[in-house]
């Protein structure tokens, strides 16, 4: 398991975390917030259980759609503390792990990172002069406790109503790739986008208001 060290000088008094992730964009939203961070590819397969038999131990609420953003973002950051106490990671003894899961929902279903630009496409049409739901889970384990707090941030997004030739123009760009919902609200996306209602740094991939009241919590060291 590979780490990668984010220390901003500015913020050499801050207490180092890990960070059980290795998005570009949650990378970004601690880099503004200057904390430094560990970055780690959380050792875990992101799957729903089939049935609450399933569930791993030490996650004790039912899987609704409302909540398995924060249910995955709870499993990565377990797994990501079981790695590291396994000796699977070598890193310094950073106390807090914070893990965080998007899921964007219309009516409903989950679209997750699209496959091909056909199908990113069609969940442009989806989105298309419509609003649809954005939930992120955030999950801040403590390896001297051996606890962790949890919650989701839901966000609505409306789309304006998209041309054929803005969405063939999108697609083209690329820029849907490994972006789930087929969409990256800090890139050039945003111009489609008529209104927001909830956590801009949600929709992103990491809820500052929520992570920022869950290091208070946690007595994170400012």
Same mark, same amino acid.
């Given at each position: 398991? =590979? &780490?990668? @060290?984010?220390? /901003?000088?500015?913020?050499?008094? $801050?207490?180092?975390?890990? *960070?059980?992730?290795? %998005?570009?964009?949650?990378?970004?939203?601690?880099?503004?917030?200057?904390?430094?961070?560990?970055?780690?590819?959380?050792?875990?397969?992101?799957?729903?259980?089939?049935? /609450?038999?399933?569930?791993?131990?030490?996650? &004790?609420?039912?899987?609704?759609?409302?909540?398995?953003?924060?249910?995955?973002?709870?499993?990565?950051?377990?797994?990501?503390?079981?790695?590291?106490?396994? $000796?699977?990671?070598?890193?310094?003894?950073?106390? *807090?792990?914070?893990?965080?899961?998007?899921?964007?929902?219309?009516?409903?279903?989950?679209?997750?990172?699209?496959?091909?630009?056909?199908?990113?496409?069609?969940?442009? #049409?989806?989105?298309?002069?419509? &609003?649809?739901?954005?939930?992120? =889970?955030?999950?801040?384990? @403590?390896?001297?406790?051996?606890?962790?707090?949890?919650?989701? %941030?839901?966000?609505?997004?409306?789309?304006?109503?998209?041309?054929?030739?803005?969405?063939?123009?999108?697609?083209?760009? @690329?820029?849907?790739?490994?972006?789930? $919902?087929?969409?990256? +609200?800090?890139? &050039?996306?945003?111009?489609?986008?008529?209104?927001?209602?909830?956590?801009?740094? #949600?929709?992103?991939? *990491?809820? +500052?208001?929520?992570?920022?009241? +869950? *290091?208070?919590?946690? $007595?994170?060291?400012?």
């Amino acid at each position: 398991m =590979g &780490t990668e @060290n984010r220390q /901003n000088k500015k913020s050499a008094a $801050g207490e180092p975390i890990i *960070l059980a992730s290795t %998005s570009p964009r949650r990378k970004e939203i601690l880099e503004q917030l200057h904390i430094p961070f560990f970055s780690i590819a959380p050792p875990c397969d992101e799957k729903i259980p089939a049935s /609450n038999k399933e569930i791993p131990a030490g996650i &004790t609420y039912l899987i609704g759609i409302k909540k398995r953003a924060e249910y995955l973002a709870i499993l990565k950051a377990l797994s990501t503390a079981k790695a590291i106490e396994d $000796g699977a990671c070598d890193i310094q003894k950073a106390r *807090l792990i914070v893990a965080a899961d998007t899921l964007i929902v219309f009516r409903g279903k989950i679209y997750e990172k699209p496959k091909t630009k056909e199908e990113a496409l069609s969940f442009l #049409s989806t989105f298309s002069g419509k &609003t649809h739901k954005v939930y992120t =889970g955030i999950a801040v384990y @403590n390896r001297e406790t051996q606890t962790y707090i949890s919650c989701t %941030s839901v966000s609505r997004v409306r789309f304006a109503r998209l041309s054929e030739e803005e969405k063939e123009c999108y697609i083209e760009s @690329n820029e849907w790739c490994d972006a789930a $919902g087929a969409y990256k +609200i800090q890139g &050039t996306a945003q111009r489609f986008i008529k209104r927001i209602a909830g956590s801009y740094s #949600s929709i992103m991939g *990491l809820p +500052i208001f929520e992570f920022y009241e +869950i *290091l208070k919590r946690s $007595g994170y060291r400012f």
